[in-house]
């Protein structure tokens, strides 16, 4: 099968599934994700996670979790396509960012560097440059969330605001936070009430 009929299948599941991950689970043991560019999800099984944040295990569990939120919710997005690609794609900088620094696991910048990368990605199954740039843009900013509701030195809001629209990157975010292991009806209340806060903040900005 040519490599766009790989991008094209794997399209269909992650907009049409309830659980896209049950397909992409099913294409890494057979393989799909070991040729680039298509490795650079599937190496997101060697990367380990800090399991205080992250006790579901490595990165791909977490961006299967992600992706399975993600179609709960993906008809609420103004483009699907833009918006499940951009859950598949989100941590893919974590691969060359994640090391142990004082005993513990880090990503620094893996949202910068993951967004030069899915922009590479895409760029080589010839996709339309404002669709690569609408998802290299939510996953740029895809940590904000976190930075802005705790008032973190990383927050941009200006440059969020240049870049993306509220409401997207609030759904990618809210999917993000919930895909991963641990959380119980309370946590998922609390993490909505945290996007809400988010959300609020960055109308005001406006």
């Not at 790989?6 to 393989?31: A, Q, T, V, Y």
């Not at 142990?100 to 080589?124: I, P, Q």
Request: charged share 35%; glycine share 6%.
């Amino acid at each position: 099968m040519k490599d766009i009929d790989i991008f094209l299948k794997i399209e269909e599941h992650l907009i049409n599934d309830d659980k896209p991950s049950i397909f992409l689970e099913k294409e890494l043991s057979n393989g799909t994700f070991n040729k680039y560019p298509f490795s650079m999800i599937g190496e997101l099984k060697e990367v380990p996670q800090n399991p205080k944040f992250h006790p579901e295990g490595d990165v791909f569990i977490h961006t299967m979790m992600v992706v399975d939120e993600g179609a709960k919710n993906r008809d609420k997005s103004r483009d699907k396509r833009v918006f499940m690609w951009t859950l598949l794609l989100h941590d893919i900088g974590k691969k060359p960012t994640t090391k142990m620094r004082k005993g513990r696991l880090t990503s620094y910048d893996h949202d910068k560097v993951g967004a030069e990368m899915a922009e590479e990605f895409l760029k080589y199954f010839n996709q339309s440059e404002e669709f690569i740039l609408q998802v290299k843009y939510l996953i740029r900013w895809h940590m904000q969330s976190l930075f802005v509701t705790k008032d973190l030195k990383f927050k941009d809001i200006t440059g969020l605001l240049k870049d993306v629209d509220i409401d997207d990157i609030s759904l990618v975010s809210l999917s993000d936070r919930l895909g991963r292991g641990g959380l119980n009806s309370l946590d998922r209340e609390d993490t909505e009430k945290d996007i809400n806060k988010f959300k609020e903040i960055l109308i005001r900005e406006m």
